[in-house]
């Protein structure tokens, strides 16, 4: 099954919404601190198309992406990069920017750093910056006041601390949206969105990856994008040299066991972020909390949730009104 939610509507073009478009900043604004709009979600909460519809109707909308493995040159099919034809012409930013091989791994410091020169660059240029992906630990990274690189790195595997890591203080003004599912309905969508990657080529794009020297390595940088270590471990017994293959049963179970385990890992980290947001909200980030299930409710019963207006109403539109409000403030 084709699924589209990652499409903005095909109509949609910058400006067509039918409402009164924001305000530009006032000279107020520069006086206190910048205004983020900041997209949150699990992995396949439909984040990307959220942020093209909303940059569609802000139109000086710039977004950066904050997941980390996004950040990294290649694998667009597998890390599910929002692929140029569907980016409307909305600039992108730290979108398959870095190249692990020459800068390594990308860290939380490193986004904060990168990405808080970005903000104050398109708000210098009085534009309005979208934080975009779900890596929680890089959006956490960039916008707590006071951010230490040793113990906030990686702020939520300690479990125990949890309330003394956390702040809620915050360096910017941030409208925070938070798409979500009802967990049911979203690993049933990340699981056919597998399916839908497989067919798009996402088993050759692994193989001209894979590298058998690399892959012995402990996995670094992109090499952890889901998908490349049980990839790896499949082209390890069957090389892409080989080809296909014929009708091997062996090779045909290992080939299962890989989009398994990818099924899996997927449906896991989709997990893992939403416990993350859970616990951002109880340390008092103010997350508006977006239902987006019945337009992907829609989309695992027809294929598609355009046309429908079950998306525009239940997740745009509030999502709208609540970034009208914030601007205006
Ligand atoms: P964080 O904990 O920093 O908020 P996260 O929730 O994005 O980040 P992790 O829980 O650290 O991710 O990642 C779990 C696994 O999922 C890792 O192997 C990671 O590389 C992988 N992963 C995360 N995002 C993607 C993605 N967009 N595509 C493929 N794999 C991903």
Not at 25 to 44: E, N, P, Q, Y
Request: hydrophobic content about 35%; proline content about 5%.
């Amino acid at each position: 099954m084709r699924l589209s939610i990652l499409q903005p509507h095909p109509h949609t073009h910058r400006c067509r919404y039918p409402i009164k478009q924001w305000p530009r900043m006032d000279a107020s604004f520069h006086r206190r601190k910048d205004k983020v709009v900041v997209i949150m979600g699990a992995t396949g909460s439909g984040k990307s198309r959220l942020s093209i519809d909303l940059a569609t109707l802000f139109p000086t909308s710039e977004i950066i992406n904050s997941d980390k493995m996004q950040v990294y040159r290649g694998l667009d099919i597998t890390t599910n990069k929002i692929p140029t034809a569907q980016r409307h012409g909305v600039p992108h930013h730290l979108l398959g920017d870095v190249d692990t091989d020459h800068y390594g791994e990308f860290s939380p410091a490193d986004f904060r750093h990168r990405a808080a020169d970005l903000i104050a660059d398109i708000t210098r240029r009085k534009n309005l910056p979208i934080v975009v992906g779900g890596s929680n630990s890089f959006v956490h990274a960039l916008l707590v006041q006071n951010f230490d690189p040793h113990s906030h790195s990686n702020v939520f595997q300690q479990q125990q601390q949890e309330e003394a890591l956390i702040s809620s203080e915050l360096r910017y003004r941030c409208c925070f949206l938070w798409v979500d599912i009802a967990f049911p309905v979203l690993s049933q969508y990340l699981r056919d969105r597998v399916d839908d990657m497989l067919d798009s080529g996402m088993v050759d794009e692994l193989a001209q990856f894979f590298d058998p020297d690399a892959a012995r390595r402990t996995g670094f940088g992109i090499r952890k994008a889901i998908g490349v270590p049980e990839f790896d471990r499949f082209f390890n017994k069957y090389p892409p040299s080989m080809g296909q293959g014929g009708d091997d049963p062996l090779r045909e179970r290992a080939y299962e066991e890989a989009v398994k385990a990818i099924k899996d890992n997927t449906c896991e980290l989709a997990e893992r972020q939403i416990g993350k947001i859970e616990r951002l909200k109880r340390a008092g980030w103010d997350l508006r909390r977006i239902d987006a299930t019945e337009a992907f409710r829609m989309v695992l019963t027809s294929g598609s949730s355009n046309g429908s207006g079950v998306w525009e109403r239940q997740v745009l539109e509030p999502s709208v009104k609540i970034v009208k409000r914030f601007l205006m403030e």
